[in-house]
């Protein structure tokens, strides 16, 4: 078991696209939900390999706001695993010291669905350990839309003068404002893309991207990434 100090560097934070589900059920002739419904046991591996080095943000990819376009039958299908997901892992997420927080355009998701976060967020709200992020109908667009109005609701309100906005200050406006930026970004199954996610927060990420399936990614794989990014040396620009 390796401990925090075989990695030369731990990202604070790691973001991820799990991306590559339905391939993994196409490849055994299952229906593309059973590879969601595998999918989704790969967040505990992850979760607890998080836990085990030391992040302290964890941010899952799980539903894009593009994701509404796919057909009603496998929408239906996610939010029907999201909801069983939340209730079935509550308990484990408090076992396991696990605070749990979502992004998004919450208002979006069935109202069963976003009932069962709220009281998921509730039960984990006291715990230290790992803050894990699902982002839930999440657009980096639409969050940067979202954070334009609010800017300017509270211009009109007086709390905020135009000249005072520098990046610092819109990323408050953000539904990550309370979250470092991420570190390390890995994505599943090999697309070269960021697929509409974290777009302002990714500036100076590092990307780490595997030909692995999401439901085939665990422990050794999420090492790896980490591992790769103790190697790499951040400049944002700089000498
Ligand atoms: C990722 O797997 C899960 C979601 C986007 C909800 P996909 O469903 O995108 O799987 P592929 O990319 O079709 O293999
Ligand atoms: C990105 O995967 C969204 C999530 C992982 C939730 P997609 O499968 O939707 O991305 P594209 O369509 O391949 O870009
Ligand atoms: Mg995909």
């Not at 539903?63 to 999201?82: D, G, H």
């Not at 300017?152 to 990323?171: A, N």
């Amino acid at each position: 078991m390796p401990a925090a100090k075989d990695f030369k560097s731990i990202p604070r934070h790691v973001a991820i696209i799990m991306d590559g589900n339905g391939r993994w059920a196409r490849e055994r002739g299952l229906p593309r939900t059973e590879g969601h419904r595998a999918g989704a046991e790969t967040v505990r591996r992850v979760t607890e390999a998080c836990t085990e080095i030391g992040v302290e943000f964890l941010t899952l990819y799980a539903f894009s706001s593009e994701n509404w376009k796919r057909p009603a039958r496998e929408v239906a299908a996610l939010m029907k695993l999201l909801e069983q997901f939340l209730r079935q892992k509550t308990p484990e997420m408090i076992e396991q010291n696990i605070r749990l927080q979502a992004i998004g355009r919450l208002n979006d998701l069935p109202k069963s669905c976003q009932d069962q976060l709220h009281r998921s967020i509730e039960a984990t709200s006291q715990n230290s350990g790992l803050t894990l992020i699902l982002a839930l109908s999440y657009g980096g667009r639409e969050e940067i839309l979202d954070g334009v109005k609010s800017l300017l609701e509270s211009i009109e309100r007086g709390h905020l003068d135009k000249g005072m906005i520098d990046t610092e200050v819109f990323s408050k406006h953000l539904y990550t404002r309370y979250y470092p930026d991420p570190d390390l970004l890995i994505r599943t199954s090999g697309e070269l893309r960021l697929s509409n996610f974290l777009l302002w927060q990714l500036s100076y990420t590092e990307l780490w991207i595997t030909p692995t399936l999401w439901p085939d990614f665990g422990r050794e794989t999420f090492l790896e990434a980490v591992r790769e990014y103790g190697r790499r040396q951040r400049r944002f620009g700089g000498l």
